[in-house]
């Protein structure tokens, strides 16, 4: 168990529509990442927040958002939902800006149909 | 864009076998780190190298960052069906008092018993 939570586990839903993945850090973890999981692309990097500032971006689509609250848990919320979004969703958190460390939830899988 | 290139992409050996897995890049990297993911869960970090030419061992898991901090291989000694699963090897890259993961799309390892 990393300590890491994320809800839900599975999610399935229809083309054009809206989700929101809810992400838990470890205790006392500032920093806070997303990541899409595909067969085909693998593990890719989509946005990273800091203390609830938003820290460092990567293969984000624009209809894709996140934000992480005062109590640093985040969310990731997908719109205008695609048969290609469909994936496994990880959040992973560290300590601080200085580590490299992550630790990874495990996972939401989304199932666009 | 910085890649990551593992090989081979599926491995199936028997139990006691050995086995490389290897992590190839055209791209310096400040450290790279291993993971290993399990079906339904997470990837783990196993170990971060850091510097050219460091070898690193955890029990009967050797990992070594090429000299150049390029390219780094994974060598399993006397697999054992517990070593199954999905190992990614991940380069960090820093910059603007933050860091980034750019992952291999990963080694498929079936260890039989």
């Known amino acids: 168990d990393s300590g890491v939570t994320q809800t839900p586990k599975h999610l399935i839903t229809a083309t054009g529509q809206r989700v929101t993945l809810r992400c838990s850090p470890r205790?006392?973890?500032?920093?806070v990442y997303w990541y899409q999981q595909s067969l085909d692309q693998g593990l890719q990097f989509l946005i990273q927040?800091?203390?609830?500032?938003?820290?460092a971006k990567g293969n984000i689509l624009e209809r894709f958002s996140a934000q992480q609250f005062p109590d640093l848990h985040s969310e990731l919320n997908l719109s205008s939902l695609e048969l290609g979004d469909s994936a496994l969703y990880f959040c992973?958190?560290?300590?601080?800006?200085?580590?490299?460390?992550?630790?990874f939830g495990p996972g939401t899988r989304l199932t666009v149909t | 864009t910085q890649l990551l290139e593992q090989s081979p992409q599926f491995l199936s050996i028997q139990e006691g076998e050995n086995l490389t897995v290897y992590c190839n890049s055209s791209s310096v990297f400040s450290s790279l780190q291993w993971y290993r993911q399990e079906p339904g869960e997470g990837p783990v970090l196993l170990v971060t190298?850091?510097?050219?030419?460091e070898v690193k061992k955890l029990k009967r898991l050797t990992f070594q960052f090429g000299d150049a901090r390029k390219d780094s291989s994974l060598h399993i000694t006397a697999a054992q069906p517990g070593d199954t699963g999905l190992y990614l090897c991940?380069?960090?890259?820093?910059?603007?008092?933050?860091?980034?993961?750019?992952f291999g799309k990963g080694t498929k390892l079936s260890v039989i018993p």
């Open positions: 927040y800091y203390n609830g500032e938003e820290r």
């Open positions: 992973a958190s560290s300590a601080g800006l200085g580590r490299t460390e992550q630790y």
């Open positions: 205790s006392g973890d500032l920093s």
């Open positions: 991940a380069g960090v890259s820093t910059g603007a008092g933050s860091y980034q993961l750019t």
């Open positions: 190298v850091v510097t050219g030419g």
